[in-house]
């Protein structure tokens, strides 16, 4: 079956300018989870939901980051006024529970994101 | 592909031989441990876990192995092979804490054939 799905797979901006990352979770999973991802380093957490309710953000780095998920399927991580220190991988990932295992997280492909 | 990390740890084996990848984490209050495995231009892949009250666990070709005393986690992989090849990572993560997963450092396995 089809797996999470993240769009665009590369994007680059120019600084100051907003970006919209999207993620497609798997079919039927209800929780979704935002990490961000630095070359040589493990993913960091920034943000979930379960359903439409975002539950944690204590990991978005600031308030020109966001997200949201009006209909417990499809989200968008925005960030307004893009710096260089933005650039990363941006990884979603889903989860059949909203509780359980963390094993039971699946990844997507990630957005990399490049700052110029 | 795209490139993992470009100056990670890196434990070159012979394939055939046994690898044994090891993670210092931090949080003595972690409930579970968990090693990915993360192929080149790829999301992270769930290898196993293991609970805190455990010290060993294994898998196919896999064992885990957690020493809480000096928080110290191991991944050994039996027979290596070329598939094996990419970067791995542990995480932990608190029951109650939403399952966000902390990652830990990666190392970068290289088999040669």
């Known amino acids: 079956g089809a797996g999470v799905s993240q769009s665009p797979r590369y994007k680059v901006t120019k600084r100051g300018q907003d970006v919209a990352l999207r993620c497609d979770p798997i079919?039927?999973?209800?929780?979704l989870y935002w990490y961000r991802q630095a070359l040589g380093q493990g993913p960091e957490f920034l943000t979930y939901f379960n359903y439409e309710a975002q539950q944690d953000k204590s990991g978005l780095p600031n308030d020109r980051f966001s997200a949201e998920r009006p209909e417990g399927s499809i989200s968008t991580l925005t960030i307004q006024r893009t710096e260089q220190r933005d650039s990363a991988m941006y990884r979603c990932?889903?989860?059949?529970?909203?509780?359980?295992?963390?094993?039971?997280?699946?990844f997507g492909p990630g957005t990399r994101l490049t700052v110029t | 592909g795209e490139s993992v990390g470009l100056h990670l740890p890196t434990l070159s084996v012979q394939e055939g031989d046994n690898s044994i990848i090891n993670c210092a984490y931090s949080?003595?209050?972690?409930?579970?441990f968990i090693w990915y495995k993360q192929e080149s231009g790829k999301g992270p892949q769930f290898i196993i876990d293991?609970?805190?009250?455990?010290d060993k666990r294994q898998g196919q070709r896999v064992t885990v192995l957690l020493n809480k005393t000096v928080k110290h986690l191991s991944l050994q992989i039996a027979a290596t092979q070329p598939g094996d090849s990419a970067v791995y990572f542990c995480?932990?993560?608190?029951?109650?804490?939403?399952?966000?997963?902390?990652f830990g450092g990666g190392t970068r396995l290289m088999v040669k054939p």
């Open positions: 079919s039927g999973h209800v929780s």
């Open positions: 990932a889903s989860s059949p529970k909203t509780s359980g295992l963390a094993y039971e997280q699946y």
């Open positions: 293991i609970r805190s009250n455990m």
């Open positions: 949080n003595s209050a972690s409930d579970y």
């Open positions: 995480a932990e993560n608190k029951e109650n804490a939403g399952n966000m997963l902390t």
